[in-house]
T-cell receptor, first 114, second 111 residues
């Protein structure tokens, strides 16, 4: 079974702190994604990566950065957390080869910024 | 960015009734996927449709992809309480890596 794990299920941080969210997948997928999910807004793409050290902005990249130093790991960084970044953060990976574009999601990190 | 609109936002049915959710894209899609998210859980892949006019079934679930590859639907026959959750469609544009997710339809089924 494909497994996508995220470093924390729940996280509470203070405004202005630097926050790291880690995601690891064990299926050798090239592509990894970070989303945030808010009530009534669905899943919104923050950043994605299609290869090691490669990254592309999604729909809402402001206030976030990412790092992909190894194929299995994709990190989301909040340089200076703000209260409007309180949300559920979901990581996903996908092979995107041989017509297989299925995304495998991690359990999510519920981040509260106070 | 490209939009995938999904309706309705919420649906409340009695167990045994049918349910349908619809997705429409402003642009032609190379494929469309459907995901289910149980309360407190994460999205789980249900199916992918690739061909124009494609219809796929999974037990009581029927998925359709429109002829123009711009719209899709998910129909559940005779809902059960285990069908409760939010159903998302996600379209992959003709080029690129990123899915465009609809906002989801939250289904509540009462016994």
């Amino acid at each position: 079974d494909v497994k996508v794990t995220q470093s924390s299920r729940y996280l509470v941080k203070r405004t202005g702190e630097k926050v790291f969210l880690e995601c690891v997948q064990d299926m050798d997928h090239e592509n990894m994604f970070w989303y945030r999910q808010d009530p009534g807004l669905g899943l919104r793409l923050i950043y994605f990566s299609y290869d090691v050290k490669m990254k592309e902005k999604g729909d809402i990249p402001e206030g976030y950065s990412v790092s992909r130093e190894k194929k299995e790991r994709f990190s989301l960084i909040l340089e200076s957390a703000s209260t409007n970044q309180t949300s559920m953060y979901l990581c996903a990976s996908s092979p995107m080869v041989d017509n297989n574009y299925e995304q495998y999601f991690g359990p999510g990190t519920r981040l509260t910024v106070t | 960015g490209q939009q995938v609109m999904q309706i309705p936002q919420y649906q409340h049915v009695q167990e045994g009734e049918d349910f349908t959710t619809y997705c429409n894209s402003s642009t032609t899609l190379s494929n469309i996927q459907w995901y289910k998210q149980r309360p407190g859980g994460h999205p789980v892949f249900l199916i992918q449709l690739v061909k124009s006019g494609e219809v796929k079934k999974q037990k009581r679930l029927t998925f359709q992809f429109g002829e123009a590859k711009k719209n899709s639907s998910l129909h559940i026959t005779a809902t059960q309480t285990t069908d409760v959750g939010t159903y998302f469609c996600a379209g992959l544009p003709g080029s690129g890596y990123a899915l465009n997710f609809g906002k989801g339809t939250s289904l509540l089924v009462t016994p």
